[in-house]
C-alpha cells in the first residue's frame, strides 16, 4: 500500500555496464537500490553546489562577535 503512494514505477534504459558497476561498487543488493542511492547522491551534490554559489554573496557583520550572545543567553 505504502508503496503505491511513494514509490513510482518507471522503466528506464540504464547502460547495463554503468549499472553493473554501481551495483558491485556499492555492495548493493539489488539494481534498485543502486539506482536509488545514485539519485540520493545527485541530489544531494545539486544541493550542495546550491549553496556553495552563496558563498561571497552574503553580507555579514565583522563586528560580530558569537561570544558576546552566547554569554547573554
Known sequence: MLCEVLCVATNLD??????E???SLGGHRSKKAAVTEALGEYIARRKQQGILE???AID???????RKQ???A
Do not use: K, P, T
Open 14 to 19: 540504464i547502460e547495463r555496464s554503468l549499472l
Open 21 to 23: 558497476e554501481a551495483v
Open 54 to 56: 552563496l558563498f561571497g
Open 60 to 66: 555579514y557583520d565583522e563586528d560580530y562577535d558569537y
Open 70 to 72: 552566547r554569554r547573554r
